[in-house]
Structures are given as structure tokens and as C-alpha cells.
């Protein structure tokens, strides 16, 4: 499947692609599901098109229980910057049932050199936002879902995770220097360069200074060894409107401490859903 995927956005190798999916294969992308063989074909025409012939610079994986969570790092044709795409795909060891994909769609512009409304143009049409209410209120005796609730973890491995999850959830900025070692190297959503504990802090304050009833929710955790793959999302009220932004994490642990992660969203995706939000214009 890795190198089904790999073939498929460097070379334009479709069919290969095309044999380890399922006619009921759902791939979610862009805020928007594909389904059949024709609109799963355009999710890989639609990056060629945008960022033509490119070249594998790394890939990770991590995969147990039947998910694996594959993140390639792309550079476009006589280019090194490097573009993130990041899959969660749902297997049953030969063939893929569903697909969660996160284009790192503001990278993709900045390493070829568009637009962002270029770039944003050729992204489909969301589907419609669906969310039902939230209040702090109803929930005031039971605590959300952290990595240690949903993932098969070690103790220390929980420990550290929780905490992780305290900062991206809950902005406890002062737990960075403890949970990240001092030379990390972490990649944030729509940065072309790996950066340091001082940009996270920054990263993190500036999504929740701009919410009010902020609330981060985890959806899946895997586990391989020393990786960890989180799948989530935050949501919040911005001037009004209720958002959503979807995340996926791909973290590595050594001696208790994350010592590289990898977040990605899809930036120019949320803000074609959400045009009047600010969160990522910072």
C-alpha cells in the first residue's frame, strides 16, 4: 500500500492505486468524501495537476490494528521544498476500505509557487458543515477522552501523551519544555522548515486566542513501538460562527519525551469552509 500510494502521487501510476482500493472505498479529503471509481480517480489527478511530477524526499509510517497512518514528504519537480501529505487508511491487510487524507495545502502553494487562492480554487466545494451544539455546562463532572482512554499505551507512554494532549487541547503552554525535548524537531501546518518548542507555544496561543468555548476532541490513536498517530480536531466559536479544524499528529517518543512530531491540517481546505475565519493567518 506504501508504495501503492507513493507511486501513485510522484509517478501518476493510477492503476496501481486503483487495484488496492474497493469499489465501496471512501476517501475523505478537503472536507469532502469521494466515492466510485471516478472521483477517487481525481483526488491524485487533482495533485498532479497542481503539483506535477514530484519526487519522494521521506516517508513514516505507523500501523497496527488493521489502520495505518502513512505520512509522505513530497518535492515538487526542480524544487526541495517539502510538501506534506499525511493518510490514515483503514485496511484489512490487502486492500484499503477508507482513506482520511491531510494535504498540507498552504505548503503545496508556497513550494510551487502559487497562490493560495490559486490553490484554493482547484479544492472541491465542501460538504456541508454538520455540528451539533457543544456546552461546557452539560459536561461539568465528566472529563473528555485522552490518549491514555483510546490508545493501547504504556504507562509512561500515557503519562506523556496526556500531557501532550493538555497542551494542543487545552493550551497548558507551560508543559512544552517538559513534554518536547530541547531539540525537537517539530512541523507545524504550513511551514516549509522544521521549527522549535518557542514557534509551538506561539502556534498553540494563537488558535485558542482566537475561540472562545474552545474544544479539542480526539477521534483515533495508533501505536507502533515508539510512534503514536493521533487523529483530531479542534473546535471552537470565532467571532460568532462555529469552526472546525481537523488534525492529524505523528509523534515520536524517546526516553519520555517527544523528540519529533509532525501535525498537519489542511489549511486552505478550512478556510474555503470557514472564509470569514482568521485561526491560520498567524
Not at 509512561?156 to 517538559?178: F, T, V
Not at 481537523?246 to 526516553?255: E, G, K, R, W
Request: one cysteine or more; charged letters at 20%.
Amino acid at each position: 500500500m506504501l508504495n501503492s500510494l507513493i507511486s501513485a502521487f510522484t509517478q501518476g501510476d493510477l492503476s496501481g492505486l486503483n487495484s488496492k482500493l474497493l469499489h465501496s472505498t471512501c476517501w475523505s479529503q478537503h472536507n469532502t468524501k469521494a466515492y466510485g471509481e471516478d472521483q477517487l480517480k481525481s483526488i491524485p489527478l487533482n495533485w498532479l495537476t497542481l503539483a506535477g511530477r514530484c519526487q519522494l524526499i521521506t516517508s513514516n509510517s505507523i500501523c497496527a490494528n488493521k489502520q495505518s497512518v502513512i505520512n509522505l514528504q513530497l518535492a515538487i519537480q526542480n524544487t526541495k521544498q517539502p510538501v506534506n501529505y499525511t493518510f490514515w487508511l483503514e485496511t484489512n491487510g490487502q486492500v484499503i476500505k477508507s482513506i482520511e487524507a491531510m494535504l498540507d495545502t498552504k505548503q503545496l502553494a508556497l513550494a510551487s509557487n502559487q497562490s493560495f487562492e490559486k490553490v484554493s480554487q482547484a479544492l472541491p466545494c465542501p460538504d456541508t458543515f454538520v455540528l451539533q451544539d457543544y456546552d461546557q455546562q452539560d459536561h461539568l463532572q465528566e472529563d473528555f477522552a485522552k490518549p491514555s482512554n483510546v490508545g493501547q499505551l504504556s504507562e509512561q507512554q500515557a503519562i506523556l501523551l496526556d500531557n501532550w494532549w493538555e497542551i494542543w487541547s487545552k493550551a497548558q503552554l507551560a508543559s512544552i519544555d517538559s513534554v518536547y525535548r530541547c531539540n525537537a524537531e517539530i512541523q507545524l501546518p504550513g511551514l516549509l522548515v522544521s521549527t522549535d518548542r518557542n514557534s509551538l507555544f506561539e502556534f498553540v496561543l494563537s488558535k485558542f486566542s482566537h475561540l472562545s468555548r474552545a474544544f479539542a476532541q480526539i477521534e483515533k490513536v495508533v501505536v507502533e513501538d515508539n510512534k503514536v498517530a493521533i487523529k483530531w480536531f479542534l473546535d471552537g466559536d470565532e467571532k460568532g460562527q462555529r469552526i472546525r479544524a481537523p488534525f492529524i499528529s505523528m509523534l515520536t517518543i524517546d526516553n519520555n519525551q517527544i523528540i519529533a512530531e509532525l501535525t498537519t491540517t489542511d489549511t486552505l481546505a478550512y478556510t474555503k469552509r470557514f472564509s470569514q475565519s482568521a485561526l491560520f493567518n498567524s
